[in-house]
């Protein structure tokens, strides 16, 4: 009735999802185990330690989310936001809108600004907006996939330390492609993605807290209902966290030695996890986010080389995407499809007013590798030559192959 | 620094999450496709229609829920109860409060009642309930796993239709196990389990619901701030569902034909899924229900022949978990402690007033298969005596091969 899987392989350039490391695919083979053997409960504990790595930080709260990246968003908020918390959040992308949306759905009064896309923030501007606005809570994006623009964080970050303002931020396009240091930016909570710079399959949310956001955790706490052991109170707080499953309090009981039942770990996403992290270290962060600069670098030259413009601000430009304006009179979801029907790659378009103006090619983790920047280059002129639209023919793959000879004779 | 992944192998008799079927775990090593690849949209297709033939349902909407089994109440439960709601929920053991747990974070006024662990209810007892309480919705638990039970469905369902009520039940432990039959119970929502009876790794919740459910959803529509295209207002409504990773109303548009962005597509997973419930379909439902009687029946027959008592009103027993009462004086937790680390096989204790008083044994998907039902009599058996228990030495797996050979001579 239902056929065997056999699915086309793709050459995956979007921001996210991309390749998956095949190690991280024949992990997820591993047999499963149950949630508090102490086999998984160590695997649970290294997991931690390394996430704590990726996001260059002492904190002693670092775990996946059971979800997908805005499962961590949306974990993180409403486990802070209590209702009418002044929540500011400066926009650049369509990613500052969901933090908007995310934080009012869980009470918020939410202060906004909004730069144009393509670009970012002065920290500076947003230091003296909070000045202004006094909020508990500061939230923003580390790096829009939808502009492929990237938000410098350390100035802000000090400046909410300095302010008593908790300051979140939404590191899922950039965790393990280029840096986010979580201590040094005095970030009091971050969440990462895994689809995206760990070549881990989306499905999980890492993330990672302090004690500033703990503290103000276990005042909002509540053992769950049915787990109350006999001749113990049952507590109802009026300040609980309103979702049941995205709440950090009781998470903290379960990924902490308590480990009181929850919600069922997500095993075979925890063994990938864990191995896409492994790879992460043993390549080395640094090493990790030269890497990914240096294809950023290829793929850029190849791409102007080609006739092409970059879009955005290139002062601010995200490591890990690279947007790209698609030429006037051009049919960009019709060259997108090409790609994909006769070239099995995959780029990506963009949302909301970016819509059939850019195109977006990321290169992240396992996908960005000099075999599917030459791949995307070479397929992206041959189509756009077929598209009827003016490109220097010939130019692109070797101004990428210029870069890596450079880098090779270093 | 951290080493290859290499788990000891366990027979996991507890109930969920239980040994994953062979050709799930192979499915999840397939390279991953962009989550609008006409490929991948295909096999969410396949998927949302497999998830119907297991639900026995013809409702349009059947998709899971990206997190784990909590995560897809969590879903049904947001995306339906507006604050003031009242929401009746007859308790029958942990998961019930739990139900109770999810509706009140949400604002619900909830009424419950509670029959004794161990038992379920008569269904003329939440009838007459119903009609006192006049409730907006009826959530249920169909399979108590933390009991061991399983609450008869159909005429609670059919008054539920008749006084126009909602009727939500979770029927993680049983979809794919026992008969789950939607339609004819006249259940207008339902959640399912994935590390249960699907042999599938935890981390989905499949869930489905009808065009009663849609009509409510459809009311408190709202699309994502950052989607909105130019020109087109934005919409806001006092009624919006609060959590935008459960929002149904937008998970409508992301697996229905517009193909709204909102999470990305937990892709290994939905493999997974696609593969275990491909599994059920083959065998067929009655036969795979009929396999899960028969081992159940080894088992229960086992573990009275060995002088044990079972736990629980055997008229109301949930056919996939078997639960046992720990003889006075027998420390629960060592048993299973030396079952785990000399048999290298895992049951399960239980919670709250529960908790030390019985074990659960689940035989589930994969896991309910007549190896594991005579290793497990046996390794009891032996820990037992190894206990100083008085126990029938020889008679366990003796009675369940009896169970078997009876089986096969039909």
Redesign the interface.
């Known amino acids: 009735?239902?056929k065997d899987?056999n699915?086309?392989?793709?050459t995956?350039m979007?921001p996210?999802?991309v390749?998956?490391e095949p190690r991280v695919?024949?992990?997820?083979?591993?047999?499963?185990?149950?949630?508090f053997?102490?086999?998984?409960t160590a695997?649970m504990n290294?997991t931690m330690a390394?996430i704590r790595a990726v996001f260059q930080t002492e904190n002693r709260w670092a775990f996946p989310i059971?979800?997908?990246?805005?499962?961590g968003i949306?974990a993180v908020l409403?486990s802070i936001v209590e209702p009418g918390d002044k929540v500011f959040i400066p926009i650049y992308?369509?990613?500052?809108?969901?933090l908007?949306?995310?934080a009012e759905?869980?009470g918020a009064e939410v202060v906004s600004i909004e730069t144009e896309w393509g670009n970012v923030f002065e920290p500076e501007t947003v230091i003296q907006e909070i000045k202004k606005v006094k909020p508990k809570i500061v939230a923003m994006v580390h790096g829009e996939t939808?502009t492929g623009c990237m938000q410098p964080l350390k100035a802000i970050g000090e400046a909410c330390r300095e302010l008593d303002v908790l300051f979140v931020v939404d590191a899922v396009a950039t965790l393990g492609g280029t840096a986010v240091k979580v201590d040094e930016w005095k970030i009091d909570a971050a969440i990462g993605g895994t689809?995206k710079c760990l070549s881990v399959?989306?499905?999980m949310a890492p993330i990672t807290f302090n004690s500033r956001v703990e503290k103000l955790l276990l005042e909002r706490k509540k053992i769950?209902?049915?787990?109350?052991?006999?001749g113990k109170a049952k507590n109802n707080q009026s300040r609980?966290?309103?979702?049941?499953?995205?709440d950090l309090s009781q998470l903290m009981d379960y990924w902490g030695p308590a480990r009181l039942?929850?919600?069922?770990?997500?095993?075979?996403?925890i063994?990938?996890l864990?191995?896409g992290l492994?790879i992460v270290?043993?390549e080395g962060l640094e090493e990790r986010f030269a890497r990914h600069a240096l294809h950023e670098k290829a793929l850029m030259q190849g791409i102007t080389a080609m006739g092409l413009e970059l879009y955005g601000n290139p002062e601010c430009k995200l490591p890990v995407v690279t947007a790209i304006t698609i030429p006037a009179g051009l049919d960009g979801e019709s060259v997108r499809k090409m790609l994909?029907e006769d070239f099995y790659l995959?780029i990506a378009s963009s949302?909301?007013?970016l819509?059939g103006k850019i195109w977006r090619i990321g290169s992240m983790g396992y996908s960005c590798r000099q075999k599917n920047i030459l791949t995307v280059l070479g397929a992206l002129e041959a189509v756009l030559i077929r598209h009827g639209a003016k490109v220097y023919a010939g130019k692109a793959v070797q101004a990428a192959l210029d870069v890596y000879q450079a880098a090779k004779a270093k």
């Open positions: 009735m239902y899987l699915t086309s392989e793709r995956q979007t996210g999802p390749e998956v695919l024949r992990a997820m083979c591993t047999p499963i185990l149950g949630q053997d102490p086999d998984f695997i290294e390394m059971d979800g997908t990246s805005r499962a949306e409403c992308g369509r990613f500052g809108h969901l908007v949306e995310i759905r869980y939808s689809q399959p989306s499905g769950e209902q049915g787990l109350v052991e006999p609980m966290i309103r979702s049941n499953y995205f039942n929850h919600h069922t770990e997500a095993t075979s996403m063994y990938a864990r191995e492994r270290l043993e994909l995959e949302f909301g007013p819509k």
